[in-house]
């Protein structure tokens, strides 16, 4: 289409400029095609084009290439609205004519032409309106004339516009077009003598894409007009949506005159789809022909949102299938006197033009001609027809959107010639008016029309100004255009978009229907993308432990800081909580009440002993390292207590040292008691004296000085590395174990393997005497102490390094009164027994019995 263009200016230029330029006599110019009638004109002294979709088709020829093509003609029926406009162009006309403020002394005239709403004839008349064929005066030499319009109002659609502007531009000849959208259109390197006067689809197109995500909606599906108008606009808002974070589920095209099957498959891929909202980027008679085919098959409501080129259309009001539908539209207006000049259309007039004629015959169903049309089946019109009885979208002034479009069109070509015949209110009706003067002045204007403003920016577009019309079903069943909002794209970033009334949806409730790939993922998850599917459909993985998402739709989970932790919703990090082995709890009250009854326990054996004192077994027993070894135990089973409670740094040093060294005092004892034993048998053998070297002075020393080896021990760990309040992390995600850490852990084993190798020199020796003569022989109670000792204590090792948190804390106290117990209950028990139930045993006697 392009190179055909190129070639036919081409071809204008030569047999129009060259004989001027080479001064060469003109060649007569002879005209090859037949002529294409304006479809409504009048004289003036200036004129200015105009070009309407009329009819919505162009009659298609089967081409034999053996005679001559029959000359382009429109098809169907008159299209009401686009008759409005025309007549609008008419109306504007004439006011300007009658204005005595603008071209006062002037007649303007005009050229209207039908396009069909196709590419082929809105080049053929844009060829006519640039050759300036003149109806009068049908010579052949008329093609070499100069252009008789100053200016052209075209064209409804954007691709018979975009053909339209490429003829037009090397002439200088401006176009006005009061309902052509495409972005494109703004390109001043390929249309510079293009101007609108309705906003660029790049606006729109963006306030779509801000609307859409504004109700939420992130599946969408899209369908557009396959021509300039529905490609770009909708390229333009798949850009918006996608930057909007929008997915598309499917984008389909059609245009009214490809095949039936084409726009079968459109429609069920509609019905199939899952998206609830439907964006149409449609020109009128698309969106009339898909939902005339998605009539036959109702799809499941869905949410239409439509551009301006259908959605304020009357003729659509008819599919109830888009009731609750949104989208933005021109701007509502008034133009005084307008309906009565619509209404006022004489039946004169109406037989001066085949179209107006054609108009009438449809408007009222018949023929204006003598005799019935036999043809079309009409009957006669007997005269008393009366537009005022219409109800159709050409006498519907209630919503004057594109009208008012056309209408200023109208009157900025008029302020255009004005500013190039007139000096102040004198005008020259004489004045050679080139083309690119009107164009010059175009680009300045700027006026006030009934409280519209009119200008054009750098690009030939208005500024972008709509309104959001939503279909709303009223009491009487009918469907009204309700204006529910605005836009206003010279309104600063995020505030151009603005709600006035509730929008009523395809429910027919204020609740904005829901339309996403996946739902939307609480707090406490994040999204996941699924394979191979856009990225609004995702699944909700809950965080991961130690991570929070308090945002819906989050994509990735936050991890909460070391001390802290999330809550089971996932939402928020609490503090973890700090445990120990508190005194309140079950466990450590049983561990207390255990502790203190092995304290009363041995203070209430060592009264035994004191009130007992003088009696055999208790001076048989060693009475001074028997009470010595009583205190021992006791500060054993009270040494428990200092585990329990809040790890503090003086606490951790007392625990460990104080368990140490009670210990070793306690093993001590027992350790110089079993030499005792074996010292007192070596003794009653003939000459031996060896009592003497182990007798109580020597016998305290023993125990002092065992003792004071573990006290080293625990000065050197404390003043080296000290035990002190740790907080550990690592057993436990979810909660802070609070605890001793050893410090040195060689200070810890030192004073643990000191204490088993006094319990090892204790059980050997006490086992090597376990079969000494006696009636009560300690050495084999000392002996089972020692393997009870050695065995919590060998058990002890392994539970110890297993035990989680506080138990850890619980073993090491269960293995000190365990313990504490073994030595208590094997080595004083049996002598306690005798001394208060049998005390006929109590007896020298008794004990020498062997």
């Not at 009659?59 to 005679?67: A, G, Q, S, V």
Request: aromatic share 12%; hydrophobic share 40%.
């Amino acid at each position: 289409m392009q190179v055909y263009l190129v070639l036919t200016v081409t071809i204008l230029y030569i047999t129009r400029l060259c004989p001027a330029l080479c001064g060469v006599h003109p060649v007569t110019c002879i005209l090859q095609g037949d002529p294409q009638p304006p479809a409504l004109f009048k004289d003036g002294d200036f004129l200015i084009g105009g070009v309407f979709s009329i009819h919505d088709y162009l009659k298609t020829e089967n081409h034999t290439y053996t005679r001559r093509p029959q000359p382009l003609e429109c098809s169907g029926s008159v299209g009401f609205r686009e008759m409005r406009f025309v007549r609008a162009f008419e109306f504007a006309i004439e006011e300007i004519n009658n204005s005595s403020d603008l071209l006062p002394g002037i007649t303007l005239g005009y050229h209207i032409y039908d396009s069909c709403a196709s590419v082929p004839m809105a080049i053929k008349v844009a060829f006519q309106l640039v050759n300036g064929f003149d109806l009068k005066y049908n010579d052949s030499d008329s093609c070499a004339k100069s252009a008789a319009v100053t200016a052209v109002v075209a064209e409804s659609g954007s691709t018979p516009s975009i053909s339209i502007a490429r003829l037009l531009s090397p002439f200088g000849i401006s176009q006005v077009s009061h309902y052509a959208t495409c972005a494109c259109l703004s390109d001043k390197r390929q249309y510079p003598t293009f101007f609108r006067t309705i906003p660029s689809d790049h606006h729109q197109a963006a306030a779509l894409a801000r609307m859409v995500k504004h109700f939420g909606w992130t599946w969408i599906g899209a369908v557009r007009s396959d021509s300039d108008y529905g490609n770009n606009g909708m390229a333009s808002f798949l850009k918006a949506a996608e930057e909007e974070g929008i997915c598309v589920e499917y984008s389909e095209a059609y245009y009214r005159t490809q095949p039936r099957s084409k726009l079968k498959r459109v429609a069920d891929v509609i019905r199939r789809s899952t998206a609830r909202v439907i964006v149409a980027f449609l020109a009128s008679g698309d969106m009339r022909i898909l939902l005339e085919e998605l009539s036959k098959e109702p799809p499941p409501p869905l949410q239409w949102i439509g551009s301006e080129a259908w959605v304020t259309d009357p003729e659509m009001l008819r599919f109830n299938l888009c009731i609750g539908a949104v989208g933005f539209g021109i701007p509502r207006s008034v133009i005084p006197g307008f309906r009565n000049y619509l209404l006022n259309l004489s039946l004169e007039q109406v037989l001066k033009f085949p179209l107006l004629t054609q108009f009438w015959e449809s408007s009222f169903s018949c023929s204006l001609r003598q005799q019935t049309d036999s043809s079309s089946g009409l009957s006669a019109c007997d005269g008393t027809q009366d537009l005022h009885t219409l109800q159709n979208p050409y006498t519907d002034t209630s919503q004057l959107r594109i009208t008012n479009m056309v209408y200023k069109a109208t009157y900025a070509i008029a302020h255009a010639i004005h500013g190039t015949v007139c000096i102040n209110k004198k005008c020259d009706k004489y004045f050679k008016v080139e083309p690119l003067q009107v164009f010059d002045q175009l680009k300045q204007v700027n006026f006030t029309k009934n409280n519209y403003p009119v200008s054009f920016d750098t690009n030939g577009d208005p500024v972008a100004t709509y309104e959001l019309v939503n279909w709303q079903l009223q009491d009487d069943a009918s469907i009204d255009f309700v204006t529910v909002g605005h836009y206003d794209a010279s309104q600063p970033k995020g505030q151009e978009f603005s709600l006035s009334k509730a929008i009523i949806w395809n429910d027919g409730s204020e609740k904005v229907p829901l339309s996403v790939c996946s739902e939307s993922c609480p707090t406490g998850t994040r999204k996941a993308a699924q394979k191979g599917r856009p990225v609004c459909c995702y699944d909700c993985i809950t965080c991961a432990d130690g991570e929070i998402s308090n945002e819906t739709d989050s994509l990735d989970c936050l991890p909460c800081a070391s001390e802290y932790w999330p809550n089971k919703e996932k939402d928020k990090c609490h503090p973890k909580p700090v445990e120990f082995l508190s005194w309140d709890e079950i466990l450590g009250i049983i561990l207390i009440i255990v502790s203190i009854f092995g304290a009363l326990l041995a203070l209430s054996m060592a009264l035994v002993f004191y009130k007992n004192i003088a009696s055999p077994i208790v001076k048989a027993n060693n009475s001074e390292l028997s009470f010595l070894l009583l205190f021992s135990l006791t500060l054993c089973f009270l040494c428990s207590l200092t585990f329990i409670g809040r790890p503090t740094e003086w606490s951790c040093m007392l625990r460990h040292t104080a368990f140490g060294i009670t210990f070793v005092l306690c093993l001590s004892c027992v350790l110089g008691k079993t030499i005792v034993v074996l010292m007192a048998f070596k003794a009653t053998l003939p000459g031996s004296n060896v009592m003497k070297w182990f007798g109580p002075p020597q016998q305290r020393l023993s125990v002092l000085g065992f003792t004071l080896v573990q006290v080293v021990i625990c000065v050197v760990w404390l003043t080296t590395s000290p035990p002190f309040p740790f907080n550990n992390m690592q057993h436990f995600k979810e909660k802070i174990i609070l605890e001793c850490n050893l410090g040195s852990a060689v200070g810890f084993w030192a004073v643990l393997g000191y204490i088993g190798l006094l319990a090892f020199l204790c059980f050997v020796l006490a086992f090597l005497a376990r079969k000494l003569p006696d009636n009560f022989n300690e050495a084999k109670f000392i002996t089972f102490s020692m393997i009870i000792f050695c065995a919590v204590w060998i058990t002890f090792v392994p539970a110890y390094v297993s035990s989680p948190g506080k138990f850890t804390v619980a073993v090491e106290i269960f293995a000190i009164l365990a313990s504490s117990f073994g030595l208590i209950i094997c080595i004083f028990a049996p002598k306690c027994f005798i001394i208060v139930f049998r005390p006929e045993q109590n007896t020298k006697k008794h004990l020498m019995g062997k």
